[in-house]
């Protein structure tokens, strides 16, 4: 096959956070598509195929534009634009980067980072209740926090409830000492370490205090009416039917719902069915509903965490056919 080179204009500081440190990114850039990426004199020449080329290179474009805009390149940022790169997708990197939701305390942009995150941020703003389905990483119940945060500031809603099941992780945690907001506070640190981030723990305190956020174990979501709310429902797999429909009934008029949770990390009893499993067969052809399905492609965490997501889906994967294989031939 005959090479081909592309030269493609970059000015040097933009060049230096896609290349990454010690050409980190450039390096799996290089490998992925079989091209070599030269600087020269403020150009960056991309050698090889010429469909590698022309992948390799909108890849770059596309850095450059989310790097012109003010934005850190992270390394799940590279990863993803190669992968779109080789779908002949990357025009939609510069779309998903386009959409901010809110600011952190500190200034830093909150955005979707993948088509799925993208997709479940439109679904939260055109549906009335939204359910986030997907692994750990995905940016479920971070994205449902800034939304919630962002509505609130606007005044959208009135106030913010943040609610999750009080189970266990797999460990028996025995006697927990203090009041009650002591005992369920363990259960309910990733929504306040989400809150704390966005909102700053100042801002979050003095809402608190005031009621109009309240963090809170789910049952004490019975018997309630919740008006003119944001209300975000985390661990959802840990429900029980019974629990998903009292929680589901308490919605009222003005209100926003965003059910996250990951059918794959149960901590229920055994044999005891799961309220979200439920839901997504019971609600799935409702109006103003809609269901999100997160994969390890959305993983935003470190880049082993998506590896390792990816693994122990193959591996359960396998092990249901197996299974079926087994049983049938019984």
């Known amino acids: 096959m005959n090479e081909i080179s592309m030269k493609l204009d970059m000015p040097i500081e933009h ?7 010690q050409d980190a990114y450039l390096k799996k850039l290089e490998r992925d598509f079989k091209v ?10 991309v050698t090889g195929e010429a469909q590698n ?5 909108r890849v770059l474009q596309q850095l450059t534009i989310i790097s012109e805009r003010g934005n850190d390149i992270e390394e799940q940022s590279v990863d993803y634009a190669i992968e779109m790169g080789k779908e002949e997708q990357e025009a939609v990197l510069t779309e998903i980067d386009s959409d901010c939701i809110c600011h952190t305390i ?10 799925g995150q993208k ?3 439109d679904a939260i703003r055109k549906n009335m209740i939204v359910f986030g389905l997907g692994p750990a990483g995905t940016g479920k119940t971070y994205l449902a926090m800034a939304m919630a945060i962002t509505a609130f500031k606007n005044d959208e809603v009135s106030r913010i409830i943040l609610t999750r099941p009080a189970i266990e992780a797999g460990e028996k945690l025995g006697f927990l000492p203090g009041d009650l907001q002591s005992k369920v506070d363990p259960y309910l640190r990733p929504l306040y370490d989400a809150l704390y981030q966005i909102m700053g723990a100042e801002s979050f305190a003095k809402n608190m205090e005031k009621g109009l956020i309240e963090v809170a174990p789910l049952a004490y ?7 003119n709310a944001y209300i975000i429902l985390d661990e959802a797999q840990n429900t029980t039917p019974a629990q998903m429909k009292m929680f589901l009934t308490r919605i009222g008029f003005g209100s926003k719902v965003v059910v996250t949770g990951d059918s794959s990390q149960k901590d229920l009893p055994v044999g005891t069915k799961s309220g ?6 019971v609600l799935g052809n409702i109006d ?6 997160l994969t390890s492609k959305d993983v935003v965490r470190h880049p082993l965490v998506q590896k390792i997501v990816k693994a122990y889906d193959d591996y359960e994967a396998k092990e249901k056919t197996r299974n079926r294989e087994k049983y049938g031939r019984k």
Do not use: E, H, W
């Open 15 to 21: 060049m230096q956070k896609i290349f990454g440190m």
């Open 36 to 45: 070599t990426v030269v600087d020269r004199n403020g150009q960056v020449v």
């Open 53 to 57: 080329v022309g992948r390799a290179s």
């Open 106 to 115: 500190n200034g830093k942009p909150i955005k979707p980072k993948t088509m």
């Open 119 to 121: 997709a479940y941020v």
């Open 221 to 227: 979501m019975r018997g309630r009416t919740l008006d």
């Open 276 to 281: 979200l499993d439920v839901a997504t067969k």
């Open 288 to 293: 103003d509903i809609a269901f999100c399905n």
